[in-house]
């Protein structure tokens, strides 16, 4: 099987997405197991995640914004500092 191909915006996408979703989780002091937990995957899946190899489907970025009491959209498009 050929591995999907990424495109460079695409790959950016994923990891700033994941970096927020990272941050939210650790100032909410939440480990990375325990909010897999909660999500319902893996702890590996949710590593992925976070670090942009995995994308972040919309089932799970509702389950993740309800676990941290966020809207979505501070998930998908945080406002710049």
Excluded: C
């Excluded at 999907?4 to 100032?27: W, Y």
Aim: hydrophobic fraction near 45%; proline fraction near 6%; aromatic fraction near 4%.
């Amino acid at each position: 099987m050929t591995p999907k191909l990424v495109s460079p915006a695409d790959l950016a996408e994923r990891q700033r997405v994941g970096a927020t979703l990272r941050t939210l989780r650790t100032t909410r002091g939440w480990k990375l197991g325990d909010f897999a937990n909660q999500l319902g995957i893996s702890y590996a899946y949710l590593s992925n995640i976070e670090a942009g190899r995995k994308p972040l489907p919309d089932h799970l970025l509702a389950r993740a914004a309800k676990v941290l009491d966020v809207e979505q959209i501070a998930i998908k498009h945080p406002v710049a500092a």
